[in-house]
């Protein structure tokens, strides 16, 4: 299988993201499957690391037109699933789940960090406007508690996962 994992951030930043998607990045391909990773990550280059990067203040890892460059990336490589990875505030994640979404691609969302009231709040009106619950997406969550927020207040009527290792 060939999979794209998107995430805002990647190695060589440490954190819980970054391990974790490196971890499934590893494991994925130690399985025999076609693993990359789009990130907007600065950094060196790396075998199947496609960095998407602009110099931002303070190395933030966000492109302004990281959506364009994800889409031409899923055009031409056409992975059989896209994974992207969210924190709860992921620009460059959700321009892959939308870039994903145009290119007619599956698309599985993960969500690594617990939505406080504020989040929770940004995504109901963000969901208003590009109405993204309606993408077809699958979505996950690294716990129980992550899962129980998005799933209540978010994703009533999409699929919802928890991931393992998670409670």
């Known amino acids: 299988m060939r999979i794209l994992h998107v995430s805002d951030c990647y190695l060589p930043r ?3 993201i970054e391990v974790q998607v490196a971890d499934l990045v590893r494991s994925q391909s130690e399985a025999g499957h076609e693993v990359e990773v789009a990130t907007a990550t600065p950094g060196e280059r790396i075998p199947g690391v ?5 110099r931002m203040p303070f ?5 302004p037109r990281g959506g364009r ?15 992207v990875h969210t924190g ?13 979404v145009r290119a007619g691609l599956p698309v599985v969302v993960t969500v690594h960090s617990m939505w406080d009231p504020l989040t929770r709040a940004l ?3 963000l969901d208003l406007l590009f109405g993204w619950s309606r993408w077809g997406m699958v979505g996950t969550a690294v716990s129980h508690a992550a899962a129980r927020h ?15 290792g998670g409670e």
């Not at 190395?59 to 492109?63: G, M, R």
């Not at 620009?91 to 870039?99: E, H, I, L, S, T």
């Open 123 to 125: 995504y109901r009106v």
């Open 14 to 16: 440490l954190g819980g």
């Open 50 to 54: 496609h960095r998407v990067v602009a």
């Open 69 to 83: 460059h994800l889409l031409r990336l899923m055009t031409s490589r056409r992975p059989d699933v896209v994974h």
């Open 59 to 63: 190395d933030l890892p966000i492109h």
């Open 88 to 100: 709860a505030v992921s620009p460059f994640a959700w321009m892959g789940v939308r870039a994903a």
């Open 150 to 164: 998005i799933r209540v207040r978010h994703v009533e009527d999409a699929r919802l996962h928890r991931a393992r």
